[in-house]
């Protein structure tokens, strides 16, 4: 069993930026491919950023240029930086991990854009 805890989300105003981190309790989080998600009120959870073990990564079209995923695998840690935030971006956002079969998820994180 893999834990997720996320932590960096908060209300900010459009046009900045937010880091999300998220901690896996797990000492082979090298090998988890690793992605954020998020789920607006009244919408279906979607991938908005995905790293695979390898260090590949790949992007929502919303959020392409805007957003950086990245991981370090010596802290068992991944990240998203999100920058130019929009009003839209406003959502839960949930750290995904995906290995062996499984597939674990954090708790959430509330991002707010709000002026």
């Known amino acids: 069993q893999v834990q997720l805890v996320e932590s960096g989300g908060g209300l900010v105003q459009p046009g900045g930026s937010l880091r999300l981190s998220c901690a896996a309790s797990?000492?082979?989080?090298?090998?988890?491919?690793m992605g954020w998600y998020r789920q607006a009120p009244g919408k279906q959870r979607e991938l908005v950023a995905a790293?695979?073990?390898?260090?590949?990564?790949n992007y929502a079209d919303s959020v392409k240029g805007r957003f950086t995923i990245s991981r370090d695998n010596a802290k068992s840690m991944v990240f998203l930086r999100m920058n130019s935030l929009k009003p839209e971006d406003t959502a839960v956002y949930y750290c995904n991990a995906k290995g062996y079969g499984n597939d674990y998820w954090g708790q959430g994180t509330q991002v707010t854009v709000s002026s």
């Open positions: 790293i695979t073990s390898g260090g590949s990564t």
């Open positions: 797990t000492w082979m989080f090298s090998i988890y491919a």
